[in-house]
Structures are given as structure tokens and as C-alpha cells.
């Protein structure tokens, strides 16, 4: 497998966010990452990581799309735009952007909220808070 290449897609409905962490010997052109869009714009959290643990089918998996961001940043990757069901989310290296993508590259400005109605998930996520010690907040801005 080749240091370089085209696309990384990342979504395991959990630990999405720890996954790029762990991937440090690949440098992708892209990485298309699965969101959580319950959390708006400058709430930087991620779920604790639990190796045998899935999705229970409610909001309380992944990563909101702020600790994304910021973890892409770390990496050399910029946010280039999300999709309209706010599920997923576009990074591309810093040095490949040029002029080709909307900036800022902001969470406040490329965020996408739920709109899971739009597919077959028609309820969306049913609401949970996280149990104590498996939620974390990251960062949060002012």
C-alpha cells in the first residue's frame, strides 16, 4: 500500500475519530469522515473510546465536527466542506487545497446539521446523554 494515495473513508459509527488518530504511517490525498452533527459549531468533543462497543442508534457516537477539525489541522489537513445530510465531512491536505475549495475551512462555516429525514433514517437519532466517564469534552470555544 502505497504511503500516498486518493481517499480515505472513515466511518465505523463510534470510534471514527480515534481511527484518524491511529492512522500515522498513510497520508491521503482526502479523508471523508463521518460527523456527529448534534453538536453545533464550537463544541469540541469526541466519545470516550470503547474497542467493543458499536452504535446503539442514538446521537451519543462519534465526534462533533469542531474535534474534527481540529485533529484534521494536527494532521495537515484543512475542512473542505461537508454533506447536505450532515454525516459526513471532506478534509484535504493543506498543501493540495490551492484555490479549489470555499474557505474559510471552518467548522463554523462548512457545517451541515442533521438532516437525516432526507434518506431512510427517517427519526433521525433518538437523544442520549452520555453515561458518566464516556463522554469527553475536548475544547470549547467562547
Known sequence: MPKSFDLLSIDIDRNDYYVWIAIRSFSPH??????????PPGVDWAVDYVPDTQWDGTSHYGASLSALERLGREKGYVLVGCNLLGSTAFFVRQELVGTKFAGPFTTENHYQPPRYYLVWYKGGHNRRAAPPGHLRLLTMSP
Do not use: P, R
Not at 471523508?32 to 452533527?37: K, R
Open 30 to 39: 482526502v479523508v471523508a469522515i463521518e460527523y456527529n452533527a448534534t453538536s
